[in-house]
């Protein structure tokens, strides 16, 4: 099986594993006990919160464990909107391309008083300062833009989207969903220039099931797990130690390996990109900032759910997108925002390389695609260098 899903779920990485497998009968006990096998879980909860913080540009204090990207998404914007509201504010502004943990979320909390302000990216994708500039003022609460795009990888300055609104909407809290970006880029200057940010374990080569908020000390946000006095009061629940040390882990490899992953990986995915574009596929981002992992592409003229029935019995796994939404025939609402749905809007795959991608599952994969393509009668028209700009 040729795996070019890694934005969906990566393999658990072999430290991971070694790290954390001797602790499974060992380290069960809870975290909140006062005995010492619950000091010793204890510890190793702290010791992960100390790296995780650390690696990722925060304090400590300022790192709450989550049941992962999701979780962490909805309390961010929930949170912040609920608190908001109670100070007069009670404005979103958010990207039309958010993940659904993040859209769904402020379509929620800002019901149906029309609170919500939808942030348009470009026609490649990138969501840009000067568009949300144009949605900011007084009454914003939140802004929600995230690191990476998802489906189509394609990566947002966070930093000067931040000046942007640190400029125009004082009293908005920032959060980013930096669940793509988390395995490939240096986030600290991210963090620093944020009140809020979400980054996953399972994405990262950790479990699924773990991740972060990191909350900046000044920012108040609502709890939205109740019902104990874990995390500083802030997330109820008992902690899953393992599973954040085992993100611990993870990020501590990311950051270790990533300059050379960035480069092997991005170079395999332009060497692949080459290969589809020869099989007449259009690349649908180009001129922007994209993951190095990301090959998101459009066959025209073929459906998405054929191309993955044919892949996936071939033995090539990719997705349609969020991979939450896979299986789903209508078009993602990132593609649809691309505006581009007459190039682009059918015939889309995503796939996604890692850390662990070959040069010999390339090769697979563009010759697995070859056969689909050609048993369903191959793509139906495609511009000469297969890019749409
Ligand atoms: N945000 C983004 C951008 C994601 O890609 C995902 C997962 O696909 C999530 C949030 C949700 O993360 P989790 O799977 O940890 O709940």
Redesign the pocket.
């Known amino acids: 099986m040729a795996y070019f899903d890694h ?2 779920a990566t393999p658990v990485r072999l430290e991971v594993l070694e790290a954390v497998a001797p602790l499974l009968t060992t380290a069960y006990a809870n975290p909140s006990a006062g005995h010492g096998q619950g000091r010793e879980a204890r510890a190793i909860l702290d010791d992960a919160r100390e790296e995780i913080a650390h690696l990722l540009g925060a304090l400590p204090g300022e790192l709450i464990f989550t ?5 962490s ?1 909805n309390w961010a914007v929930a949170g912040t909107l609920e608190r908001g509201r109670r100070e007069g504010r009670g404005r979103a502004v958010v990207s039309s391309i958010e ?1 659904k ?2 859209l769904e979320a402020a379509e929620r909390a800002t019901g149906r008083s029309g609170e919500l302000s939808l942030v348009e990216p470009n026609e490649y994708g990138e969501v840009t300062a000067e568009a949300v500039a144009q949605h900011l003022g007084d009454d914003v609460a939140l802004v929600s833009i ?1 690191t ?3 489906e189509i990888g394609v990566m947002n300055d966070l930093v000067d989207i931040a000046r942007a609104v640190r400029r125009n909407a004082a009293h908005a809290v920032i959060h980013s ?1 930096a ?2 970006s988390a395995p490939w880029c240096d986030l600290q200057e991210v963090t620093r220039a944020v009140d809020l940010l ?1 980054v ?4 990262l080569g950790g479990l ?2 773990t ?1 972060v908020l990191i909350v900046k000390e000044a920012v108040r946000l609502d709890p939205l797990v109740v019902g104990g006095a874990q995390e500083l009061g802030r997330r109820a629940g008992t902690q899953d130690c393992l599973g954040a040390m085992a993100m611990a882990v993870a990020l501590r490899c990311a950051v270790r390996d990533r300059d050379l992953d960035v480069a092997r990986v991005s170079g395999l995915r332009d060497g692949f990109l080459s290969g589809l574009v020869a099989l007449g596929a259009v690349v649908t981002a180009s001129g922007v900032r994209v993951l190095p992992g990301h090959a998101h592409v459009s066959f025209p003229g073929l459906l998405t759910d054929e191309l993955l029935v044919g892949f996936d019995r071939a033995g090539l796994a990719a997705s349609a997108g ?3 939404a896979s299986g789903a025939t209508e078009l993602s609402h990132v593609v649809t925002a691309l505006k581009r749905e007459e190039a682009v809007g059918k015939g889309i795959v995503r796939f996604s390389l890692g850390r662990t991608t070959t040069q010999t599952d390339v090769a697979d994969a563009l010759e697995i695609i070859r056969r689909v393509l050609d048993l369903l009668g191959g793509v139906r028209s495609t511009s000469a260098t297969g890019l749409l700009d």
């Open positions: 934005a969906a049941s992962g990207g999701t979780e998404d993940h943990a993040v995230m990476a795009n998802n969903d669940v793509q979400t996953s374990s399972h994405k699924k099931g991740g969020a991979s939450c």
